[in-house]
């Protein structure tokens, strides 16, 4: 064995190191003035994008981004326990990394897993410093749960593959500078065997991207248009025509991170949400009211026990094991518990939750929040996507009936 | 499943056709984002056409003589379509109190104005939020001379961006006294609400001129939020039936995985769930507003439909954008806009939880 990279004085040495990180580089959570609106909201104005970026940059100079990530990609080549206290440390402290969640949590995992070594030496580093900015091109308008129903395509023209068709509800592409896209390059064959991922450049000629709204009024997603990008073939990301397990690996990334918080990210391991509703119910008195210490108590199990199998999941990761369909285990709990904040905020506001004064930013932040907390449930795979991958994969239970599955794709009935 | 008379359900489908005309979703959805106007005058013309300002206000005074039972139809109608006219705010909440405090001297002006739809109330009972039925903390009268003057302040106020008139409860020498305040007389400044289809506000007054409605009137103040309460269900329960067919609509539609979404079990039970919860809530507000025109005492009924009420326009609102997904996230879909007069209404006259107290003392526990 060579030196051990893990040993109880190293690992102190390196709690104290992020502890005096954070305690000279971060904000405190109880210091910030009104906080974000939701993490779905987050990462939308520009302000937010350049804190972002200054925070990841100071990070990763400091060492302290990609603990658990190779060192030749520019990671630190830590454990997992290291991550562990990285997050016990955070605790308490504003993360301002919901930018970097796509790129960290979901884009880099596929191209340590999928990619090229150019492509790993190219762009990991970049991502981990909060340098390069990803996005997820996977749904379209008529390919959303079933992703696999896309039909953005990808030809081959020599060195070169050129794109034509539309992504949709894409986060941050409004910032991003790279995107990992999902096309068919074989319509003859059954759906889930014709698809090709590829890096793609949001500055090339063709791309186009249009801002969309949502129902609590940001803008942090878009409909991207692709109009003949050619894209050269060094960005192909694995297998032509074999995509789709590259796309399932970017999916259950994404589940765990959103869920559970990964990617090397680092999340607090605080009840962040528990703390700002118990500060809530203090105000307005209910603190005292049984029904209220009651749902407030559920809310803390809740939170805590995600946080508890987020930590266990990021360390079962770190083993060598992708993400198996458990992640979205996480992702279902996590939606659920953002939606019972959501509702217990405004039982807790009452009408003050649905009608504010201009100074009242407490009751706008709630409003918010529970405004965005139905994107939070959509994202990333709907509930009821969920239940089925559960159901299905890691029950074992009969698989519903898939007219399409087996039919080439240019057969299958779309909307 | 209905049990509506003939004459109801006519009426009812009248105010369904004018709506659909005037107000498409498309058309309340600008309104909303503040691209165009309610077209001017449409109120007056709303009252004289189909009546429906002085739907409940006697003949003698020029409305329609409707019972409370055809008010929470049409209020249906109003659920369903979010137009933006003041009709719970000023024909309903607005109109009841006079009815309830049965001052003929005095209301005869007011309703005449409100039954030509030349005119529109308001009813400012609250003060603060969380406080079901509304408590009185902060807001006086005291009688100078022949007329009284108020000061105190009011919230939560519907008014549709401005009333002609607001009914404001007040503490007096002789316990609480229900009072109509003009509105030159009035302070008043507008609330930001989450519910984009209907403005609040918060108004204030300083020694501002009242004319009595009724004094030492707790059993009036009661009587009217207890209508409050079911009006608003009514109107509530609208708004989930149209919000079950626009998830039953598109769940028809929608294709993925090479089938129509609604074959999945899991929407199918998602739709299915939503019509057992509307038909239950559905009942229990046509059941109170019964009740109340036939002058029964109405408290556990009123209480009953507006639990039943606003959870299910909550719930189905919520699950509607669940069977869109990402489509019914956006701002440009409707889905939100019910959804954001879902919670808006929930805390309003009351939340199910306020109306569950409530209950159970009614009920002598
Ligand atoms: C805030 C937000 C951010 C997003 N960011 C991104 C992003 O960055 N990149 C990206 O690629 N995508 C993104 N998405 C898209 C997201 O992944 C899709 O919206 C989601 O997968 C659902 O697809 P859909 O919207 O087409 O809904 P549909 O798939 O049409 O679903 C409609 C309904 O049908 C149900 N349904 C579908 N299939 C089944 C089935 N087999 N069994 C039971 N029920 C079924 C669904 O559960 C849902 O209730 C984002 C979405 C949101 C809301």
Same mark, same amino acid.
């Given at each position: ?260 918080? %990964?990617?090397? &990210? +680092? ?7 528990? =703390?700002? /509703? #118990? *500060? ?53 709990? %996590?939606?659920? &518990? +953002? ?7 405004? =039982?807790? /506001? #009452? *009408? ?64 | ?365």
């Amino acid at each position: 064995m060579t030196t051990a990279i893990e040993t109880p004085a190293n690992l102190e040495e390196f709690r104290l190191k992020v502890r005096d990180w954070f305690s000279s580089n971060a904000t405190r959570e109880d210091a910030e003035a009104s906080g974000e609106s939701s993490e779905v909201e987050e990462g939308e104005t520009e302000d937010f994008l350049v804190v972002a970026r200054k925070f990841q940059n100071t990070l990763y100079d400091a060492g302290l981004s990609g603990l658990s990530w190779p060192k030749e990609y520019g990671g630190q080549g830590l454990t997992m326990n290291h991550q562990q206290v990285f997050n016990e440390e955070a605790s308490g402290y504003v993360l301002p990394s919901t930018p970097f969640m796509v790129t960290l949590g979901m884009c880099a995992p596929t191209i340590l897993q999928y990619g090229t070594e150019e492509q790993r030496k190219r762009h990991i580093g970049p991502m981990l410093r909060g340098d390069e900015i990803w996005c997820q091109l996977f749904s379209e308008p008529g390919a959303g749960s079933d992703v696999a129903g896309l039909t953005t395509k990808a030809v081959q023209d020599g060195d070169e593959w050129v794109i034509n068709g539309q992504k949709v509800w894409t986060s941050g592409a409004h910032y991003a500078s790279f995107g990992l896209i999902v096309t068919r390059t074989n319509p003859d064959v059954p759906k889930h065997k014709g698809i090709t991922m590829f890096i793609v450049d949001m500055k090339a000629p063709g791309v186009t991207v249009r801002p969309l709204r949502q129902m609590s009024g940001a803008s942090g997603f878009n409909e991207v248009f692709f109009d003949n990008v050619r894209v050269p073939a060094t960005a192909l990301v694995g297998v032509v025509d074999q995509g789709w397990t590259a796309a399932i690996g970017t999916l259950m990334n994404e589940r765990v991170s959103i869920g559970a918080g %990964g990617g090397g &990210l +680092g999340r607090g391991t605080g009840t962040v949400q528990f =703390d700002r /509703l #118990a *500060e809530l119910a203090t105000s307005t008195g209910a603190i005292t009211d049984p029904v209220t210490r009651n749902e407030l108590a559920t809310i803390w199990v809740k939170e805590r026990t995600l946080a508890i199998l987020g930590d266990r999941m990021r360390a079962s990761l770190k083993s060598g094991n992708a993400p198996g369909p458990e992640g979205s285990i996480a992702k279902l709990a %996590g939606s659920e &518990l +953002g939606s019972r904040v959501a509702d217990m905020a405004m =039982d807790l /506001l #009452a *009408e003050s939750g649905q009608a504010w004064n201009n100074d009242d930013e407490e009751s706008l932040r709630w409003a918010t929040n529970v405004l965005a907390s139905p994107g939070g449930a959509i994202a990333g795979g709907t509930p009821e996507i969920m239940r089925n991958i559960l159901g299905e994969r890691s029950l074992g239970l009969p698989k519903e009936p898939q007219l399409d599955r087996d039919m080439p794709f240019k057969e299958i009935r779309t909307n | 499943m209905s049990v509506m008379t003939e004459e109801r359900e006519a009426l009812k489908a009248a105010v369904a056709d004018y709506l659909d005309a005037t107000f498409p979703i498309d058309k309340v959805h600008r309104i909303a984002n503040g691209k165009e106007d309610v077209p001017a005058g449409e109120w007056t013309k709303a009252a004289q056409g189909l009546g429906l300002a002085g739907l409940v206000i006697p003949e003698e005074f020029g409305g329609q003589g409707a019972s409370l039972g055809e008010l929470g139809a049409v209020l249906q109608e109003f659920g369903r379509t979010l137009a933006p006219l003041p009709m719970l705010s000023s024909a309903a909440l607005g109109t009841v109190p006079f009815l309830v405090c049965d001052n003929a001297n005095v209301s005869k002006p007011y309703l005449e104005a409100l039954a030509a739809g030349t005119a529109t109330a308001a009813l400012a009972l609250s003060e603060a939020a969380n406080q079901w039925p509304a408590t009185i903390n902060n807001t006086t009268a005291t009688p100078s001379g022949d007329t009284w003057s108020i000061t105190g302040s009011k919230s939560f106020v519907l008014d549709n961006g401005g009333a002609d008139f607001y009914i404001v409860s007040a503490s007096t020498p002789q316990g609480p006294g229900i009072f109509v305040v003009d509105a030159a007389d009035v302070q008043r400044t507008d609330l930001n609400a989450m519910d984009l289809t209907r403005k609040q506000s918060a108004i204030s007054l300083n020694n501002a001129k009242a004319t009595p409605l009724a004094i030492n009137a707790q059993e009036q103040l009661t009587k009217i939020q207890n209508l409050a309460a079911t009006l608003v269900a009514s109107e509530q329960i609208g708004g989930a039936d149209a919000i079950l067919k626009m998830m039953v609509e598109y769940a028809k539609m929608r294709v993925q995985f090479g089938r129509i979404i609604g074959s999945f079990q899991a929407i199918k039970h998602m739709c299915a769930n939503t019509l057992v919860e509307v038909e239950q809530a559905r009942g229990a507000a046509e059941d109170a507003a019964d009740r109340a025109a036939e002058g029964e005492d109405i408290t556990l009924s009123a209480s009953l439909a507006k639990i039943a009420c606003s959870e299910v326009f909550s719930d189905a609102t919520l699950t509607n954008i669940r069977v869109h997904g990402g489509i019914g996230y956006t701002w440009e879909h409707p889905a939100h806009l019910y959804f954001r007069r879902a919670r808006s209404t929930n805390a309003l006259f009351g939340t199910p939880a306020q109306h569950r107290e409530a209950l159970l003392v009614g009920l002598g526990y």
